[in-house]
């Protein structure tokens, strides 16, 4: 089963807007990291966060993680047509692999011009 | 150029022929992955491999194969037993496990007819 899982499947907002997708998991975790896919494309690694850190930033990205919640949140603000992907963000267990990621089925974010 | 390759992007076979997919890495990476990703879904992992030589099951290995004779290679076989070939696969690459980025090639496209 999916152990992380994006909301809203679909977002589609204007250019210069904000945009928030979510993730939730089910089982603790040591790491989760976002990925951006465009269409047909490789994924492209955004953001690691890791369980003991609650916010992170990375220019106009910022995560947010909330252990308790098992949830996350990646915003992405003053957002451009050049931000339209999926967005997937990726969990390990705690205690299962150290190598195994599991992917949710993602976020299509769609910025109009 | 630093980076990860796969080859060909599209590729095209007919049922009951086993077809093999190359991965290839520059990036001195000792952790190779091969993802799945059909329409409109996250990834799903096929096998991965922590160090040259060996190889693990992800959560959807049967009627795919590997193998993993150098460090900058991971070759992935299609056989005839999987059922439902048809897909996008991916590639990645990583320092080691969960707590580091993955890096995607970009992808090829099966085609079972």
């Known amino acids: 089963s999916q152990q992380g899982e994006e909301d809203p499947q679909a977002l589609s907002i204007q250019e210069g807007e904000n945009a928030t997708m979510n993730c939730s998991y089910k089982t603790s975790i040591n790491n989760l990291q976002w990925y951006r896919q465009n269409s047909g494309r490789g994924l492209v690694h955004l953001i690691l966060?890791?369980?003991?850190?609650r916010e992170k930033h990375s220019g106009r990205l910022r995560v947010t993680l909330d252990t308790s919640k098992k949830s996350s949140s990646l915003l992405i603000t003053a957002s451009r047509a050049a931000d339209t992907a999926s967005y997937f963000c990726a969990t390990d267990a705690s205690g299962g692999s150290n190598y195994k990621l599991t992917f949710g089925k993602g976020t299509l974010l769609t910025v109009n011009p | 150029d630093g980076g990860i390759t796969q080859s060909p992007k599209y590729l095209f076979r007919k049922e009951g022929q086993n077809v093999t997919l190359s991965c290839e890495q520059n990036?001195?990476?000792?952790?190779m992955y091969w993802y799945r990703q059909d329409p409109g879904q996250g990834l799903r992992l096929i096998y991965y491999s922590q160090i040259v030589n060996d190889f693990q099951k992800g959560d959807i290995a049967e009627g795919y194969s590997v193998s993993r004779e150098k460090k900058e290679s991971f070759p992935l076989t299609v056989t005839s037993a999987q059922k439902n070939p048809t897909a996008f696969y991916l590639c990645a690459s990583s320092m080691g496990g969960t707590s580091y980025e993955q890096y995607f090639g970009p992808g090829t496209r099966l085609t079972v007819t």
């Open positions: 966060i890791r369980s003991n850190e």
């Open positions: 990036l001195n990476h000792d952790a």
